[in-house]
């Protein structure tokens, strides 16, 4: 071939070319070869706005949200009246954990489009994650709501904000989930409530599991367990995984059903209607309120018998979900039934346990390395550290004047934002200068800083749940006090199960005095810290079958009473 007859190589070609090249690549999902013509386009027409957003959803597609995040800000630079390039900008700063920078690019896009759903709905989301804004983010949802009322899913991102409201009695919350639940249901419409179903009470039962959790996502452990240990003689088990995402434990779980749906793709009405038609005797819901959830499948009765588990969501709110299977800690001795109207099953044992946990050894705490003062610690979401939290932070220091607190929070944050965390924080009487703020870290750098903290101090009203279960795993307590049912009794649920309840007061200054008794007993945080592992393993935490047969009993019960009606 003579170099006249050689065709071009895509460096040769126009911009205009490479651009639409890249388009079309993206479309045939062959991401890595689109972002090379988009990166050429980049580099031969620097001014060229559809060559940097091009290369900004090139990145996005292959899931390089920073790269993605620096091309929307050329982008922006060079439109920077484009609305939805500021949406754009916003949501991968979100995907990538920078709540902050991603909120200020939401707010820039909805004061250019006041009408732009997305926007608002993203900025919401942003603000959630933002220390001191859940009022802000209820704003951006309501606006979000107002132009598109038949979104159930906008609505349910607003009850995970109004959670972190800390002025909201926990009453008031249970009112709006249950509104909530109502305005799901009238959408949704008339349904049928008649089933084909065998209503034999001891047969072979179909049992859905309903999940966007079904990957590397830190509540993916449990239902792991459920998936794996299910009694097969007596449950065929179903799941219908509506994420979109895919990594090798969505393998592993594959391998654990006995039938697997893709559904991320059906509506909800496509969906309730494939989990009829499947059969389904009892459908299982597990994310609450949280991403991707699915609620409004719950609210077109999809089975005969349906069930919220492993829910950290103080309610699911829908009047067609038949039981909220919880334990006598977290349901706060009949008061969750009280506030939520649901149908509580307790399970003796707990109402979640664990086997999927990292193989990290446990190092000494800062106290046992040259004989440091007490290091507090907080692992858990900056929208969880309300005014009541940072009360209590500064009155334990107070108490203990040698001791530091490091919060580690998942949210990736500059600067500016921690200086404004500070200046706030202090505010509330917290002696700052006593406070290490460190944000986001991946993996084994999550586990490893454990061994900086000897004990962690618990957020109000919103504890950790699966934060405080994975301090015990790597051998550190947390101190806490028994708030409202599920979200507010969390670490009572799990500190109490490992032989550690003392560590959890009845209020605050039951928190307080624990927090400072443990401070004050070198020799008692050195016991725990040698024995909390093997503690967790000796625990219902860990009793993964005992805890599966306790659910399929509750299951079973459900399904005789459903029989029986």
């Not at 009360?391 to 004047?401: K, Y």
Request: glycine fraction near 8%; hydrophobic fraction near 45%; charged fraction near 25%.
């Amino acid at each position: 071939m003579t170099d006249a007859e050689r065709p071009p190589s895509p460096e040769e070609w126009p911009p205009e070319a490479l651009i639409d090249a890249g388009r079309q690549l993206r479309a045939m999902g062959r991401g890595a070869e689109a972002l090379a013509a988009f990166d050429i386009a980049c580099r031969k027409a620097p001014n060229e706005v559809a060559a940097w957003s091009g290369a900004a959803l090139a990145n996005y597609d292959l899931a390089r949200y920073h790269l993605s995040a620096a091309a929307f800000e050329r982008a922006v630079e060079l439109a920077p009246n484009d609305a939805n390039l500021w949406r754009n900008l916003g949501h991968v700063r979100l995907l990538a954990a920078w709540p902050v920078p991603a909120a200020q690019a939401l707010e820039r896009a909805v004061s250019l489009d006041p009408a732009n759903l997305g926007a608002w709905d993203d900025l919401g989301t942003a603000l959630t994650g933002v220390w001191g804004r859940a009022k802000d983010a209820i704003a951006a949802y309501d606006r979000a709501i107002a132009l598109d009322p038949a979104r159930a899913d906008l609505a349910s991102r607003r009850l995970i904000a109004l959670a972190f409201d800390a002025d909201l009695p926990a009453a008031d919350l249970f009112a709006a989930h249950r509104a909530f639940g109502a305005k799901v249901e009238a959408l949704a419409g008339p349904v049928d409530a008649k089933f084909a179903n065998d209503r034999d009470p001891e047969r072979k039962l179909r049992v859905g599991y309903l999940s966007s959790n079904l990957y590397a996502h830190i509540a993916s452990a449990e239902i792991r367990t459920a998936l794996r240990l299910h009694d097969r003689a007596a449950f065929a088990v179903h799941v219908y995984a509506t994420m979109p995402e895919r990594d090798a434990i969505t393998d592993e779980l594959r391998g654990y059903a006995d039938f697997w749906t893709d559904a991320g793709a059906l509506d909800d009405r496509a969906l309730a209607a494939k989990i009829r038609a499947d059969g389904i005797d009892i459908l299982v819901h597990t994310m609450g309120h949280w991403q991707q959830n699915r609620l409004a499948v719950f609210a077109r009765r999809a089975a005969p018998v349906q069930v919220e588990y492993l829910c950290q969501s103080p309610s699911a709110g829908i009047a067609a979900c038949d039981a909220f299977i919880a334990d006598r800690w977290i349901s706060g001795d009949g008061a969750l039934a009280s506030l939520s109207g649901d149908r509580i099953v307790d399970l003796p044992g707990g109402y979640y346990t664990t086997s999927f946990l990292p193989d990290a050894p446990i190092k000494p705490p800062p106290r046992a390395r040259g004989g440091a003062p007490i290091v507090f610690g907080s692992f858990n979401r900056v929208a969880k550290i309300s005014p009541a939290t940072l009360r209590r932070w500064a009155r334990v220091l107070a108490e203990v004047p040698q001791a530091r607190l490091m919060v580690k929070i998942p949210e990736r944050f500059d600067r500016a934002e921690e200086a404004r965390m500070r200046d706030t924080w202090a505010a509330f009487g917290l002696d700052v200068s006593r406070v290490e703020i460190r944000g986001h870290a991946d993996g084994g750098a999550y586990w490893d800083q454990f061994a900086d903290v000897d004990a962690l101090l618990d957020c109000v009203p919103f504890n950790g749940g699966r934060t405080t279960g994975s301090a015990a795993w790597m051998g550190v307590p947390t101190i806490s006090e028994a708030g409202p049912p599920v979200f507010g009794r969390l670490t009572l649920c799990i500190m109490t199960r490992l032989g550690l309840g003392d560590l959890v007061g009845a209020d605050e200054d039951g928190y307080v005095a624990a927090a400072v008794k443990l401070a004050h007993d070198p020799a008692r945080l050195d016991e725990i810290r040698r024995t909390l592992r093997d503690r967790f393993r000796a625990s219902t935490l860990f009793e993964s079958a005992a805890h599966i047969r306790e659910v399929e009993a509750a299951y079973r019960r459900l399904w005789r009473d459903y029989c029986a009606g």
